[in-house]
């Protein structure tokens, strides 16, 4: 409810009865991130909340980045000062995680930058000391030489949904039927810059198109005047791969059903990886892969973490200290879900270099 008793819904619902259907980029908008009601306004990160990320499955996703966010520093020769900046950064999980594992060199301190649209979750990672809290990208000016780490981001940015029909493509928008429901109804694209993000498809398909994620790759072009930047999220390869369905997590389960009582669920598609390493390379950004988060942990150093995680086990089996080898071996399982193929082996690693051009660890 906003400040005068009145629901989300009903607003969204008042919005189209005066001025017609809305695009569904600006209903997801207000779904996600509503002051009031939106759905990141809500504490819906964590095992005890409607998903996880790959740094609340197991740490060892952010001892591996810390491994590449070290190598970065080293391949752009590394800076007096050098400057993380960890966008879409939720409850802080990956903060600490990297944080706690980033070292100084010779008294060269690592700086943090927290990017957090929710006002809940900014208050809640200003209390992580060392960290700075930002809202957007374009809070704050050039960055001398750093890194942008964006872990399942560009999937919650707002996106239009197009569909090809007879005519040709007809974008979806957000009416409402008889009884009130939101539905979703035909209508010419609301931009034409969406028509420019579309491929030849057959009749019938249907994809989602986020200006957003274009606008988010034009900020980080200007962001560093030497970096890289490390786009993790899931999604496919462009015209070769079927577009994944629209659709939001609630409660860890899957729902296909995302225009009900907005806010009570994420929204969510795949990106397509191959259009925004396009537009990168655009950009004049150096492109780095993709390839599967998988075969990227892997290249960081998966193994080795998970061989010395085995050595420990034996060493208290060997010692009968049976309560520290079943945690050992269940912190192991946990991590080894970050590689499965199946799973979150299978989100795609996207690397963008900014003024420079050498090949980072993860996609060698």
């Known amino acids: 409810m906003d400040g005068d008793g009145v629901s989300l819904a009903e607003r969204l619902r008042s919005t189209i009865a ?16 509503d ?36 190598e970065y520093r080293e391949l752009l020769g590394d800076p007096a000062s050098f400057t993380v900046v960890e966008a879409g950064a939720g409850d802080g999980t990956l903060a600490r995680q990297l944080m706690e594992r980033l070292p100084e060199r010779a008294g060269r301190r690592v700086r943090y930058i927290a990017i957090e649209r929710s006002s809940h979750y900014r208050e809640q990672l200003r209390a992580i000391p060392g960290l700075e809290v930002a809202g957007s990208l374009r809070s704050f000016g050039r960055i001398e030489s750093g890194c942008l780490i964006a872990n399942e981001v560009l999937d919650n940015l707002p996106f239009a949904r197009l569909r090809h029909v007879a005519r040709g493509w007809a974008e979806l928008f957000v009416g409402m039927d008889g009884a009130g429901r939101f539905v979703l109804v035909e209508g010419s694209p609301s931009s034409p810059s969406l028509l420019a993000h579309l491929r030849h498809a057959p ?12 606008d988010f790759l034009d900020a980080l072009a200007s962001l560093f005047r030497r970096g890289y930047a490390l786009l993790i999220d899931y999604g496919y390869r462009g015209a070769s791969e079927r577009a994944t369905p629209v659709h939001g997590y609630r409660t860890h389960t899957i729902d296909l059903e995302v225009l ?9 598609a795949g990106i397509d990886v191959d259009a925004l390493a396009a537009h990168a390379r655009a950009r004049g950004l150096a492109v780095f892969g993709p390839v599967t988060q998988r075969d990227g942990l892997l290249a960081l150093g998966f193994a080795e973490l998970d061989e010395a ?45 900014i003024g420079t051009d050498a090949r980072p660890r993860a996609f060698r």
């Not at 809305?22 to 908008?29: G, L, S, V």
């Not at 009749?203 to 994620?213: D, F, I, Q």
């Open 35 to 70: 002051p009031d009601e939106g759905f990141y306004e809500q504490r819906r990160i964590g095992e005890r909340a409607d998903f996880v990320t790959s740094p609340h499955v197991s740490p060892a996703f952010g001892e591996l980045l810390a491994r590449q966010i070290e």
């Open 260 to 268: 009900d009582a907005p806010g009570a669920r994420d929204i969510t």
């Open 203 to 214: 009749p019938g398909t249907e994809v989602a198109v986020s200006l957003a994620a274009f």
């Open 309 to 353: 995680g085995r050595r420990r086990q034996v060493e208290a089996i060997d010692a009968r200290r049976g309560i520290e080898s079943v945690r050992i071996f269940s912190n192991r399982n946990r991590a080894r879900q970050l590689i499965a193929n199946e799973g979150l082996g299978g989100f795609w690693f996207l690397g963008l270099g």
């Open 18 to 33: 005066s001025g017609g259907p809305i695009p569904f980029a600006r209903f997801m908008e207000a779904a996600l991130y």
